[in-house]
């Protein structure tokens, strides 16, 4: 019954259905479980940051410098559509694997869909697809789904715990955005990963 009711979840474009209005605010969308994430997002940072410390990452962390500061986040933070460079940072362990993780630049996109801001991270095997509400001044709301592998559609939001997610996009930079992910479904206690526009 699961797999059926997952199979009926995909759907037919490239986005996760998450709202069905543009002013409908992200707490009406999210889950009990992703809000509950959101509250917790600064644990979810002192304990990654704390873990990948332990281990001995501490130069790699002061090397990252803002992107890695709870405390940065500049007015006015939504991106300008268009297609960016995303490098994803992993911090703490949801077991005994790597407290510090990081990637090479993928390929993510910013787009305008119904007035929303839409992200899409368009390559490796973990990819985040989803919506971005406005929050505050200083922040935007993510909600969306993972998608993995070779999967060509995305899961629609609320359906899979497992592929749910939130996180909020905040501008540290003239031309730089990060996308915070507290306590995701698998691996790491935070993933950051930082935008910065793509080179034409």
């Known amino acids: 019954m699961k797999r059926l009711l997952l199979t009926l979840a995909l759907v037919t474009t490239a986005l996760p259905s998450v709202a069905q209005a543009p002013a409908q605010g992200w707490r009406t969308i999210a889950t009990a479980e992703d809000r509950r994430r959101m509250r917790d997002w600064r644990d979810a940072w002192v304990a990654g940051l704390t873990g990948a410390r332990t281990d001995g990452h501490q130069a790699e962390i002061a090397a990252e410098g803002v992107l890695l500061d709870p405390d940065i986040g500049l007015i006015r933070p939504a991106p300008a559509p268009g297609d960016y460079d995303c490098r994803v940072i992993k ?20 787009e305008l869909e119904d007035g929303v801001l839409a992200f899409t991270k368009l390559t490796g095997s973990q990819r985040p697809i989803g919506r971005l509400y406005p929050d505050t001044d200083m922040r935007m709301i993510f909600l969306g789904t993972m998608q993995l592998g070779d999967e060509r559609r995305a899961y629609q939001y609320g359906i899979d715990r497992d592929r749910d997610m939130i996180g909020m996009v905040q501008r540290i930079g003239p031309a730089r955005w990060r ?12 993933d950051v990963i930082e935008l910065t526009p793509r080179a034409r």
């Open 179 to 190: 996308l915070v992910l507290p306590h995701p479904r698998f691996e790491s206690l935070l």
């Open 91 to 110: 911090l703490g362990s949801q077991s005994a694997s790597l407290t510090w993780v990081t990637y090479p630049p993928f390929h993510c996109r910013i």
